[in-house]
C-alpha cells in the first residue's frame, strides 16, 4: 500500500489540524484508484523493458569489449536524459531569475534565457560526466565511498568561493537530475555490468551510478555560478 | 472530457521524456552494438507500460492529493495558522511556534518517499541482487524516515534563517564517520538511495512547503531560502540507511555473541 501513508497524514492534518472537511471525496477516491494502477503498470514495464534492457546492454557491451562505446554510451544516456529533464528546466529559470535580481546577469528576457540555458547544458554535462566515472569505477573495481568523499570534499571547497544566491540552487539541483526512468535503467546498466565483469560483485560495484549523478551537479552548478 | 484532455496532455508529456532515453537505447543497440533486442515485442509493450503507469500515477495524484498536500502546506505556513487570526503582519520569528510545520514536513517527506516509484524501483533490484536480505519494504522504510527527519529539519532551517551550507556540511561529516563503520555491503546502496528519493511525488510537494514557509516568515526571501529542502531530502536517507545497516549488524553481533560463538556474521539490512 504505497499511497496509504499520504492519505493518513493528509486526512489527519486536514481533519484536526486545519479543522476542515475534506474536500471532492469522490475525485480523491478516483485518483488513488488511478495512481495504485498506474503503479502497478510501472512495476510491471519495469520488469519487462528497463530492467532486461539495461542489463542487456550492460552485457553485449562488455562481451564485445567496446568499452571506448561503453563509456560514450554513459555519457549520451546521463547528457540525454538529464538535459530535457523538466524539473531541471523549472530548476534552471529559477536560477536565471535569481541572477538577474541579483543583477549577476543583465535584467533581460534574452540573457536570463541564455543562462538558463547554459545552467541547463552545465548540469547536463555533470550527470554525463558522473555515469562515464561511474562506470569506469565499476570496470576498475574501485570503491565507492572513496570518489564519493572526494566528491564532496570538491562540493564543500566551491561551497566557499561560489556567490552565496548560487549554493541553494547548486544544492538542490543534485536532487532534481535523476527521474523515474532514467533511475532503474541506469541501475539496470550498473547491476549488469557488475554482474557481467569477473571478480565485480553486483551490490558492492552495481550500485552508487545514481550517487555520482547526483553529486558531480552541484560542483558543477557552483562553477557555473563562479564563471558567470 | 477535461480529465481526459489533462490525461492526453500528461501522457505527451511523459512521452517527450521518455522518447530521447528510447532513442538512445535503440541507438546504441542497432549502431554500435549491432545487436538485435531480444523479445522486441516485449520490450515494447514493456516501455508502454512504464510510459502509461508513470502517466496514470500522476495524473491520479494530481486529482487526488497534490492540490490539497499545495494547499495544506499553505495553509500550516499562513500567518493566521501560526499566531491565531488576525496577525498579519510579523516582526519576530519564534521557531517554536513552528511545531505543526515540522510535524507536516516529517510527515510528508516520509509519505511522499513511501510512493516514490524510482525509490521502488531501486528497492527492487536490490533485493533481488542481495538475494532477499535487503527488503523492498526495509529500504522504502529507511529511505523515507531519512526523508521525513531531512525534511523537517530543512524547514526549521527556513524558519531560523541559519545558513543552508553549513548543515550539509555537517551531514557530510556524518555521511563520512558512518562509512566507516557501516558494514561495507550497504554504502553504495545507501549512497544511491540519496538520488533516487526526490522525484515525481515528493519535489512538488515538497517545494510549495519550502517556498510557503519562506514567504511567510519575515526576512526570509522565497527564490534564496525557499530552495534547499531537496538537499536535505537527498542527503538524510544515506545515513538513515546506513544507520539501520549498522543497527541491523549491531544486533546480530550481539545476539552471536550471546549465544557463545566468536564467529563474525557481516549482515545487511
Not at chain 1, 475525485?27 to 495504485?36: I, P
Not at chain 2, 521525513?148 to 563520512?176: D, E, K, N, Q
Amino acid at each position: 500500500m504505497a499511497l496509504l501513508p499520504i492519505v493518513l497524514v493528509i486526512a489527519f492534518f486536514q481533519l484536526f489540524v486545519l479543522r476542515q472537511p475534506i474536500p471532492n471525496l469522490a475525485q480523491m477516491l478516483w485518483g488513488t484508484v488511478l495512481v495504485l494502477l498506474g503503479l502497478a503498470l510501472f512495476v510491471r514495464g519495469l520488469e519487462m523493458a528497463l530492467f532486461p534492457v539495461g542489463e542487456e546492454m550492460a552485457h553485449n557491451f562488455v562481451r564485445k569489449g567496446n568499452l571506448w562505446w561503453l563509456l560514450v554510451f554513459a555519457f549520451t544516456l546521463g547528457f540525454g536524459t538529464t538535459v530535457a529533464e523538466p524539473a531541471l528546466i523549472a530548476i534552471s529559470d529559477e536560477a536565471a531569475r535569481i541572477a538577474a535580481a541579483g543583477q549577476v546577469i543583465d535584467n533581460t528576457a534574452a540573457a536570463q534565457s541564455s543562462y538558463a540555458i547554459g545552467l541547463r547544458l552545465t548540469v547536463a554535462l555533470a550527470v554525463g560526466i558522473a555515469l562515464v566515472v561511474g562506470v569506469f569505477r565499476i570496470l576498475k573495481g574501485w570503491p565507492v565511498q572513496y570518489l564519493i568523499i572526494g566528491g564532496y570534499l570538491g562540493v564543500v571547497v566551491m561551497t566557499f568561493f561560489a556567490p552565496p544566491e548560487i549554493i541553494g540552487i547548486a544544492y538542490d539541483s543534485g536532487g532534481v537530475t535523476t527521474s523515474t526512468v532514467t533511475v532503474p535503467l541506469v541501475a539496470a546498466l550498473g547491476i549488469g555490468l557488475a554482474t557481467t565483469i569477473h571478480g565485480r560483485d553486483p551490490l558492492i560495484d552495481g550500485f552508487g551510478l545514481i550517487a555520482f549523478a547526483s553529486l558531480t551537479p552541484m560542483i558543477f552548478v557552483m562553477a557555473y555560478g563562479m564563471l558567470f | 472530457m477535461e480529465g481526459l484532455a489533462s490525461f492526453g496532455y500528461s501522457l505527451l508529456t511523459m512521452l517527450r521524456d521518455v522518447l530521447p532515453i528510447a532513442a538512445i537505447l535503440f541507438g546504441f543497440q542497432v549502431l554500435v552494438l549491432r545487436q538485435r533486442i531480444k523479445a522486441p515485442a516485449r520490450v515494447a509493450i514493456g516501455m508502454v507500460f512504464v510510459l502509461l503507469g508513470l502517466t496514470l500515477f500522476l495524473q491520479g495524484l494530481e486529482m487526488a492529493l497534490f492540490p490539497l498536500g499545495r494547499l495544506m502546506a499553505e495553509q500550516l505556513t499562513a500567518p493566521e495558522f501560526i499566531y491565531g487570526s488576525g496577525a498579519t503582519a510579523l516582526t519576530q520569528t519564534e521557531w517554536l511556534d513552528y511545531l505543526w510545520v515540522y510535524a507536516f514536513a516529517a510527515a510528508i517527506g516520509f509519505a511522499t518517499t513511501i510512493a516514490e516509484p524510482a525509490l521502488l524501483a531501486v528497492a527492487i533490484k536490490a533485493n533481488q541482487v542481495s538475494g532477499g536480505t535487503i527488503t523492498v519494504r526495509g529500504l522504502r522504510v529507511a529511505v523515507a524516515l531519512g526523508v521525513a527527519a531531512g525534511v523537517a529539519l530543512g524547514a526549521f532551517r527556513i524558519v531560523t534563517g541559519t545558513p543552508l551550507h553549513w548543515y550539509i556540511i555537517s551531514g557530510y561529516v556524518v555521511v563520512m564517520i558512518q562509512t566507516a563503520f557501516a558494514p561495507s555491503r550497504i554504502v553504495p546502496l545507501a549512497y544511491d538511495s540519496g538520488g533516487v528519493t526526490t522525484s515525481t511525488v515528493t519535489v512538488p510537494l515538497v517545494a510549495a512547503l519550502g517556498l510557503g514557509l519562506a514567504e511567510t516568515i519575515p526576512g526570509r526571501s522565497p527564490i534564496l531560502d525557499g530552495f534547499g529542502l531537496i538537499a536535505f531530502a537527498s542527503l538524510f536517507p544515506i545515513m538513515a540507511v546506513m544507520g539501520y545497516a549498522q543497527l541491523v549488524d549491531w544486533k546480530s553481533r550481539r545476539t552471536v555473541r550471546q549465544k557463545n560463538s566468536f564467529e563474525m556474521t557481516e549482515s545487511e539490512v
